[in-house]
């Protein structure tokens, strides 16, 4: 799958990592050491826009963002009545709001990239599915900032009321310099708080007083819901299962233990965690709220001597309330979080909070308590500033720390059960594929007319009889012709195209196991490519053989790596318009960070051992073609005959093991050093995956790991 863009907030956390990591510790204690957080002003922002550069005259009406229908010279006219906006607008003079524009992300509480389909708040309003994007409202006007990966799809959704703001191309203003730009002076522009991350929401607020405008916290009330009334689809209720110990790795109480002494080793007494990953990952838990991701809707405070899960009550089992008994956790109801944090600061707890992903309602409601019991404290103990408060062992004086979750880290360097599970769970959907792809290719000779949607759900067939299938890791990119060069399309029953074999067909899926995550994209041609398409095609199995084959130092940045992959396509000039590879979960979100190979520089994590991430780099030619080849790699010690400095050197091993179509390579462009490396990689595809085929799917997978002959 397409990796995040740093708007992401799993990847916007800009960290530096020292030479501690490399020392030779407990790697599952070292994986949870705690992190300060560096705060700079990324490239790009949670609001999806670049920092434009104004013009030489520095006036701020220098910002232009023309709308989708003009940068295509559409013939689209007339004006569109979107009841929605009106529906939205009429609640800006309602008292208690008051408010003259509305932002809406694309995040639910807990900053998640896929959301339950009750919180798709910005997809409701603005008619945009895609999963990354923010909505802007004011009294008269409308605009949507997306990035690269949706341009098209965009195009084809949004109505005439928006404005689509293409972020990242030149002259277009981030969200927050839009809105401060279009509102008259003393503005009030209005949030959800619990839809923001911290850092978001202060980089907005920052941005908009520029222009004397005030931002608004509307903790009561959510407009979009309002407007969205009784249609708005019911919460998630499915039953939350016990993630079995030999997927884990390591028991709860383990990890619970290493949370405490990171935080502790920071001066804190206490972290509260929001990103549902992280909770399902520390307590061995796996949920099914979330589309495509095993999390379940929670928040997790951990104290030195307690824990407290909030989550809805009815989506826990017998079963599962025991394994949380046993690891000393305690169940509070989903909505009483904020008065625990109120509650913590009361009892003058140092609170550890990533403001990167810790959503600002708790975060200021955090500091408005602390401000508070401080007062209260000073007011009672003026000569004991560092008292001691009997019932609850903390400082009488609370405060907020703030550093990265140290669960992000450890979560990214994989054990060797959760290794383990990665690998059979892809031999496994290696199996599914080799079904899929033999019966796709006979009924395209067949002249079958199938519909894209048609392929993802009988794909999704394949997938599901294979042992431990749990659910698809996200939505199936099945793009047939044009369709394929929208990087995140989503075909559906009423708009999508008929499989052409006269076209390139782009397939970018994956699934859950309940031991993996598997994600995979093969670009192929049912008949005879054309000489561009089999340069781009080919040009694009360089750059990911480049970065299979990457050796580098342990503490290099994913952004070190990325040109690898992009350099064959540079050298005719050609690129791609989203990252090269993200972080993966095991049996977790296909999107992990912090990790990330992208030519966006602001994320400074470095790659290290343990680590999966996606190689998937591509091409993509606007209404004609996509081309994208990825697999994922487990990022682990190189063997070097010398090692500069005492510095470990990294490399990768591969996770996916499936055939590359060879008809779509162009040979005389390939060396003899990448052509052997193609050889390889089939005879090991033949090898692990041929022992769970027969018959006819074997016979297809033979056929398409036969080695290529050098010119």
Not at 197 to 224: C, F, G, P, R, T
Not at 464 to 478: L, P
Not at 521 to 543: D, I, M, N, W, Y
Request: with cysteine; net charge negative; proline share 5%.
């Amino acid at each position: 799958m397409i990796p995040l863009t740093l708007s992401s907030p799993s990847l916007n956390r800009l960290v530096f990592f020292t030479s501690r990591y490399s020392h030779h510790r407990s790697s599952f204690l070292r994986n949870f050491k705690s992190l300060p957080l560096i705060h700079q002003k990324p490239p790009y922002n949670h609001l999806l826009g670049v920092r434009c550069e104004a013009s030489s005259s520095g006036s701020s009406s220098s910002f232009t963002a023309k709308p989708s229908k003009e940068l295509r010279k559409s013939a689209r006219t007339g004006v569109v009545v979107d009841e929605k906006l009106t529906a939205l607008r009429q609640q800006f003079s309602k008292p208690g709001v008051g408010i003259d524009a509305y932002i809406v992300p694309s995040q639910d509480a807990h900053q998640s990239e896929f959301i339950a389909e009750c919180y798709a708040r910005r997809a409701f309003i603005s008619g945009f599915t895609g999963s990354a994007g923010t909505a802007v409202v004011t009294k008269d006007k409308a605009a949507l900032w997306t990035d690269g990966r949706y341009f098209l799809q965009a195009e084809k959704q949004l109505n005439s009321s928006w404005t689509l703001m293409r972020a990242g191309n030149p002259g277009v203003p981030t969200a927050s310099e839009w809105v401060a730009d279009v509102l008259a002076s003393g503005g009030r522009v209005g949030i959800d708080p619990f839809l923001f991350s911290a850092d978001a929401a202060e980089e907005l607020k920052e941005a908009i007083s520029k222009k004397n405008h005030e931002l608004v916290y509307l903790y009561n009330v959510n407009l979009v819901d309002e407007t969205w009334k009784d249609s708005r689809p019911k919460p998630p209720s499915k039953q939350i299962r016990v993630h079995d110990l030999k997927y884990a790795g390591v028991d709860v109480a383990s990890k619970l233990l290493s949370l405490r002494n990171a935080i502790m080793d920071a001066g804190a007494s206490a972290i509260v965690i929001s990103m549902l990953d992280e909770i399902a990952w520390v307590l061995n838990l796996r949920g099914s709220d979330v589309p495509h991701s095993p999390v379940m809707y929670s928040y997790l405070v951990v104290e030195v001597d307690q824990a407290q899960l909030f989550v809805d009550s009815s989506k826990v089992n017998a079963e599962v309330k025991d394994h949380l008994k046993n690891a000393g956790i305690e169940l509070k109801p989903y909505d009483y979080i904020l008065q625990e944090i109120d509650s913590l600061a009361a009892r003058g707890a140092q609170l550890s909070m990533d403001p990167s992903t810790l959503n600002v309602a708790i975060v200021s409601t955090y500091k408005s308590a602390c401000e508070k019991y401080s007062r209260e404290t000073a007011s009672k103990e003026k000569s004991k500033t560092n008292s001691i408060d009997s019932s609850s062992g903390y400082p009488a004086k609370p405060s907020g720390i703030y550093m990265q979750s140290p669960i992000s880290w450890a979560k990214a360097i994989k054990n060797d059960a959760e290794l383990q599970g990665m690998k059979n769970s892809h031999l496994r959907d290696a199996a599914a594929l080799a079904h899929f792809w033999a019966w796709l290719e006979e009924e395209v000779h067949k002249n079958e007319n199938l519909t894209e949607v048609d392929v993802a759900n009988r794909l999704l067939e394949f997938r599901s009889v294979q042992d431990g299938f749990m659910d698809t890791s996200f939505d199936t990119i099945s793009g047939s012709g044009a369709n394929g060069a929208i990087i995140h399309y989503k075909p559906e029953p009423e708009s999508c195209s008929r499989v052409d074999p006269q076209k390139l067909f782009l397939l970018d899926s994956g699934a859950q196991y309940v031991d993996g995550t598997t994600d995979i994209t093969r670009t192929a041609h049912f008949s005879e490519p054309s000489a561009r398409e089999k340069e781009c095609f080919t040009r694009v199995l360089q750059g990911h053989i480049a970065l299979d084959q990457a050796v580098f130092p342990e503490g290099t940045p994913g952004f070190v790596l990325d040109g690898f992959a992009r350099s064959s396509l540079w050298k005719i000039g050609l690129d791609y318009r989203h990252g090269t590879g993200h972080g993966v979960g095991a049996a977790l979100n296909v999107h992990e960070g912090p990790q990330s190979i992208s030519f966006r520089y602001g994320n400074m994590t470095p790659i290290q051992s343990g680590m999966i991430v996606s190689n998937e780099p591509g091409y993509y030619e606007d209404h004609a073609f996509g081309i994208r080849i990825e697999n994922l790699l487990h990022v682990k010690d190189a063997e070097t005959p010398n090692r500069f400095g005492g510095v470990t050197y990294l490399g990768f091993e591969k996770l996916t093991f499936f055939p590359i179509q060879t008809k779509m390579v162009d040979v005389s462009l390939l060396s003899h050093a990448e052509i052997d490396w193609l050889n390889s990689y089939h005879a090991e595809v033949w090898e692990k995956v041929s022992p769970l085929l027969e018959g006819p799917t074997q016979q297809w997978l033979w056929n398409n790991t036969r080695p290529l002959a050098k010119s």
